[in-house]
Structures are given as C-alpha cells and as structure tokens.
C-alpha cells in the first residue's frame, strides 16, 4: 500500500513569493495532519483535518498560512508571501480515524525561502 | 499546555543497550507515542502507551509511569541502524487530544 504521498520533495524559492505544498493522505484514512519541522522547535503541528474538516488551525502560525482539504485523497498547504523563517521541513500526516490513533508520515517537503 | 522535556544526544555501542527518558507535564494525560526518525526522513511509529506498565515490542521497550509523568524507551541489542532521533509525544485530552512531540534524543550507535 502506498503510504502518505506528499509533493515537492525539495522547494527552494525567494522571499515573497507563494508556495504550495500538496499530499496525499493514506486511502482511508479520516485525519490529516500538517507538520512544520526546525532545529531550534522541534516538531510543530498546524493544523489538522477530521473528515476533510478543518477541526484544529491553532498552530497555523499567521494569516500567510492556509490549508485546505477539497477531498478526502488531497490537501494543500499554502504560504503566501513566504519569509525566510518559513524556511523547515513541512511534514503531512494521517491518521485512521482521528487524534487518538497512530499518524503515519509521509516523507516530507523541504522548504528553503532566501 | 503541554511541557515535554528529552535530553539532546547519547552515543553507545553496537549490541549494548540504551535508555531514552522522557519527561512531561500535561493537563490531560490521554496516551504517550515513541516515534524513530532517521536523519533527514519522516518520524515513524514505534509505540504506544496508555496504561502505567512496560511495553515490550521486539527489540523496543516503552515504559509509562503517569504519576511521574515519566516514560522511556529501551533499545536492546543495539544495531547501527538505530542510530536515529527519538522523538516522544504526548497527547493532552483537554487540548483537543492534540500531539506535542518532545524535540527528540539523538542516538548514535558506534561500532
């Protein structure tokens, strides 16, 4: 079975610019997660999903961010205009039925913003 | 609010065993998670703990004692492909059963 499938890989882009960031949860699964990763805060959540949902946003750090789910097999997170201290791996998750079940990650997006 | 306390880094040797503590302070205790995260992937799962008591999965070990808001995870027998970061996570009902992850013990395995 694939797993969480999430795209780009790698983004590296300027200051300003707006970048999207797509996955893919596992087939079946009712909750998505999007994660933001760095040195100096470990892993953060920003926001999860229960059936498409939108059921908790308040790690979403400021209204640059956005996330949506227009389907139960695809999610984007958006950052709009990016800053330099966007800059970590963004880490898409999910989960059978909700918070209370194991997250399966998926491999991450790298996000460099110069 | 959640509070999740792991030391930073630990090295040991091929076939011994090491300990990775975790700390934490909550509001709701709802379940404690282990997770491997390999450098440069994604966090998977190694554990879950919910009840007081030792958990035993293979070569892994999980402990809980939730009056000490306390946990570890024992690695036995160690290869060098444990060398990885140990991330703990906890779950915090009165926080909508959101997960707080610990920033991870880092384990290098040295032949």
């Known amino acids: 079975d694939a797993g969480v499938i999430q795209s780009p890989r790698h983004e590296v882009t300027e200051m300003g610019q707006e970048v999207t960031l797509r996955c893919k949860p596992i087939?079946?699964?009712?909750?998505l997660f999007w994660y933001r990763q760095t040195m100096m805060r470990g892993l953060e959540l920003l926001i999860y999903?229960?059936?498409?949902?939108?059921?908790?946003d308040s790690g979403m750090p400021e209204d640059r961010f956005s996330a949506k789910m227009p389907n139960a097999s695809f999610s984007t997170l958006k950052i709009q205009p990016s800053e330099p201290r966007d800059s970590a791996v963004y880490f898409c998750?999910?989960?059978?039925?909700?918070?209370?079940?194991?997250?399966?990650f998926g491999p991450g997006t790298r996000l460099t913003v110069l | 609010g959640q509070n999740i306390d792991q030391p930073t880094e630990m090295t040991a040797t091929e076939g011994a065993i090491v300990q990775i503590n975790c700390t934490y302070q909550?509001?709701?205790?709802?379940?404690l998670f282990w997770y491997q995260q390999h450098a440069g992937e994604a966090p998977t799962f190694l554990s879950y703990?919910?009840?007081?008591g030792l958990e035993e999965k293979g070569r892994f070990s999980s402990f809980l004692s939730r009056s000490k808001g306390y946990s570890y995870l024992l690695l036995k027998e160690l290869q060098m492909k444990d060398s990885a970061s140990y991330l703990c996570?906890?779950?915090?009902?009165?926080?909508?059963?959101?997960?707080?992850f610990g920033k991870g013990n880092q384990v290098v395995v040295i032949p």
């Open positions: 998750a999910s989960s059978l039925r909700d918070y209370t079940d194991t997250q399966y």
């Open positions: 087939s079946g699964h009712n909750s």
């Open positions: 999903f229960n059936n498409n949902v939108p059921i908790d």
């Open positions: 909550t509001s709701g205790f709802n379940g």
């Open positions: 703990n919910v009840l007081d």
């Open positions: 996570a906890v779950r915090d009902s009165y926080g909508n059963n959101r997960l707080a």
